[in-house]
């Protein structure tokens, strides 16, 4: 489904544990091996550099503040000595060689890349502390490695348009994503609710353009901070302009370039998106002349775009981004190019001109010859552009780099890989961070195809690397952005830089990262609590057993359906359920930082009675080829047709984009007892079993993990599963376990019809 709709958190897993070696380093080095002793450092270290690499020795020099800096390459016997050799012999150009010894620290690379990329290794091993209170001396693991990026292309996106985000925090940002190795942020740096770049050419596109009147996503997330305050809209942007209250803010050209400038320093590329022809609502209003007919409005889904059949449109385009190129020197330029409302130009005696003089006879053709003529100019410069997967639809030229979005659009990066375009992947599901997280976000991101499977290895050649993208509509505050980063791009760290990848050491190294993050002022997502269901049912009593998910971490509830604090009661670590009721419960660490609040309520059953087993196995599905927003409805309509299917499985002849999906029958359990179902869906779903609801996960959202008990009776029992699919993807997974015990799929041996 859309990302314009927000997946709502729930439960999580972790693991904890130090790596063997004690050595624990995100993304995990090619090639790493521990060795015998440690390296002291002290007031007497000496930070022997090669000219080349000036930048990085100045770098190193914040976490050993008292050492000596000294240029010179004749270093290799010397001791208590950090050294930053130039070594060409190096082969891959960001590549390093970390070596630590009880008498030297060496790094080797053949650019400073590989060395600044050493030198984030080396932070890890230093202790957390040099992020906040650096100095004093330390005992580092002696360690041999050797290292290199997987894929060229490791980045991040903020939408600082839907909200604006202070430099400050793009700073930071900056910041953290070096400790991981990334080295591109995509800002987005205009849309419909904001031009946040300074042009001095059209200095309205930030008088007005960078301002707007609370809209109804703020009003959203006004209503969720009265749970949540990382909802809160961050004051600093709200200001009373003529009377009015206004929402913005924009980054001048000085600033911007200062701080690519800082960012060129940690070879991370800032990589500015101007979005059009569509998403330019705010400069329209600024410059009504740019729209075919004036102005803009909003169509069914887009606002009116800027009109390709006029001239002055290409002369604002190139203007614009001749200033923005002068900001960013980055080898790409993002165009946008997405979600473009086309049909202004239908009715446009410009387009309709352009369209006879040129030969184009499709819409989709007209913005192919807007891009085409955006890239020429970008080329012209020196520069390629970028655009959203859209560019491939009226035909794309071969130079063009196609950025990947459109998860129901599975074939995109295969086509235009084939042709030879180069491809940068996004997909929605998992890389869309606007999507709240859940537990199995950091699994999904971890295993991601980059290079999709139907694709050659050469053909995947095409496939430079992905990123995670954070829209804003509803990221109000820097909490929220920090909270919806972390700890989902620390798994994206790994998946696009290392070769040995293992998902188990990789949530052992993670448990490592947060006491770092704590100091470097991060605000991420603490690790999931583990619970049995959300729903959960008792026939006498129950025992509700939950450990709090890391070390430091405290779990503290309320049974009064307020949200937990941090004075709340403690869990104890046996509860006893005899009652009905609901508990709110959250993780704390020691700042009182609260984790995701679960629901858990109790309701008191008896085992359902069977009823007669069934004649028939399988189920029968209704299959309903409409859009729907919620489950509900289904079953008082007539389905397009019904058919049969061994078990929860969307059999390959749905194919309609939007549909609903009503599997009917009996489901046979083995034993009498509690029986938990964990019911995922994109969008939603609702379970019942001996018409009792088990689990309701209605409504449109991204994939997400619901879970509900019920007390069964040995034997035959009515089973009804309603499912919908709004777009852009399904996703449908029932699993349940017994009495407490492991997660299994249903059996389809389960299922029965009459
Ligand atoms: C996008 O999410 N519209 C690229």
Redesign the pocket.
């Known amino acids: 489904m859309k990302?314009l709709l927000i997946a709502l958190a729930s439960t999580f897993i972790a693991f904890y544990g130090n790596s063997q070696s004690g050595i624990s380093i995100i993304p995990q080095p090619n090639t790493l091996t521990p060795g015998t002793g440690t390296f002291v450092s002290n007031a007497s270290t000496t930070i022997y550099f090669d000219p080349a690499f000036e930048t990085e020795a100045q770098l190193l020099k914040q976490w050993f503040p008292k050492s000596k800096l000294v240029q010179s390459s004749k270093s290799d016997d010397a001791t208590n000595a950090i050294v930053l050799k130039l070594i060409y012999t190096i082969r891959a150009d960001n590549g390093y060689s970390l070596l630590i010894n009880p008498k030297q620290i060496k790094i080797t690379a053949s650019s400073s890349e590989g060395v600044f990329y050493a030198l984030q290794s080396l932070r890890q091993l230093l202790p957390s502390t040099i992020e906040n209170k650096p100095g004093g001396s330390y005992k580092i693991p002696a360690v041999s490695i050797q290292d290199a990026p997987q894929y060229n292309w490791r980045g991040l996106h903020l939408d600082v348009s839907r909200h604006f985000f202070a430099m400050d925090y793009l700073y930071k940002l900056v910041d953290r994503m070096s400790l991981y190795k990334f080295n591109k942020l995509h800002l987005h740096l205009t849309d419909d609710q904001g031009w946040r770049i300074e042009i001095k050419k059209y200095p309205s596109l930030t008088s007005q353009g960078a301002w707007r009147s609370l809209n109804n996503q703020d009003s959203g997330c006004m209503k969720l901070a009265k749970d949540n305050p990382d909802f809160t809209i961050d004051p600093r942007f709200i200001k009373n302009k003529e009377g009015k209250t206004s929402y913005g803010g924009f980054y001048t050209q000085a600033e911007m370039k200062a701080f690519v400038a800082y960012a060129a320093k940690k070879h991370i590329d800032i990589i500015p998106e101007i979005d059009m022809p569509g998403h330019m609502m705010a400069a329209i209003h600024a410059y009504p002349y740019l729209s075919c007919s004036g102005g803009s409005t909003w169509g069914e889904l887009f606002s009116t775009p800027i009109c390709p059949g006029k001239e002055s449109t290409y002369q604002f385009a190139q203007d614009v981004f001749s200033e923005i190129m002068d900001m960013f020197p980055s080898e790409y330029i993002h165009l946008g190019a997405?979600?473009v409302d086309r049909k202004a130009w239908a009715n446009s005696p410009d387009c309709q001109e352009l369209m006879k003089r040129e030969g184009i006879k499709t819409l989709p053709e007209l913005q192919s010859y807007f891009v085409r003529r955006m890239e020429q100019f970008f080329i012209s410069k020196g520069r390629k552009l970028i655009g959203?997967d859209e560019i491939l639809e009226g035909g794309v030229t071969p130079t063009a780099n196609v950025m990947y979005?459109r998860s129901w659009v599975p074939d995109a990066p295969i086509h235009a890989a084939k042709l030879g375009n180069k491809v940068i992947m996004s997909p929605?599901n998992p890389l869309y961070f606007d999507n709240a997280p859940d537990p199995q976000s950091l699994y999904n991101i971890y295993h991601f195809d980059v290079v999709p499977k139907a694709l050659t290895a050469e053909e995947g050649k095409a496939i430079i690397g992905a990123q995670a993208?954070l829209?804003s509509e509803y990221v109000p505050s820097e909490a929220r952005a920090d909270y919806l980063y972390f700890p989902r791009m620390i798994s994206l760290s790994e998946r696009l830089w290392s070769t040995n990848r293992d998902y188990t050491s990789f949530q052992k190294r993670l448990a490592t990262q947060f006491g770092r993050l704590d100091n470097m002022g991060v605000k991420y997502r603490l690790p999931d609590v583990i619970v049995p269901a959300e729903s959960l049912v008792f026939v006498d009593s129950a025992l509700l057993q939950i450990k709090a998910p890391a070390p430091g971490l405290t779990l503290r509830f309320t049974t009064d359906g307020s949200i937990p604090t941090k004075t709340s009661k403690l869990l104890p670590t046996k509860y006893v359920v005899k009652k009905e009721q609901m508990l709110k419960l959250a993780a704390f660490n020691s700042n009182g930082r609260k984790g995701d609040v679960y629901t858990l309520t109790y309701q008191k059953q008896t085992l359902a009675t069977p009823i007669e087993a069934a004649a028939k196995k399988g189920l029968k599905v209704d299959y309903y080829k409409k859009f729907y927003k919620t489950v509900t409805v289904l079953p008082k309509e007539q389905p397009d047709s019904s058919f049969t299917v061994p078990g929860i499985t969307v059999p390959s002849y749905v194919t309609a984009p939007s549909f609903g999906l009503v599997y009917q029958g009996t489901i046979t359990v083995p034993e009498s007892g509690i029986y938990t179902f964990y019911f995922t869906c994109d969008d939603g779903g609702i379970l019942t079993i001996a018409n009792r609801l088990v689990v309701d996960n209605d409504g449109l959202h991204a994939p997400k993990e619901k879970s509900g008990q019920i007390a069964l009776a040995k034997g035959a029992h009515p089973f009804n599963l309603a499912f919908i699919e709004g777009g852009g993807g399904y996703t449908l997974k029932l699993k349940y376990s017994f009495n407490g015990g492991e997660a299994k799929e249903v059996p389809e041996s389960w299922f029965g019809r009459n």
């Open positions: 990302r997405d979600e959203w979005w929605g993208n829209w």
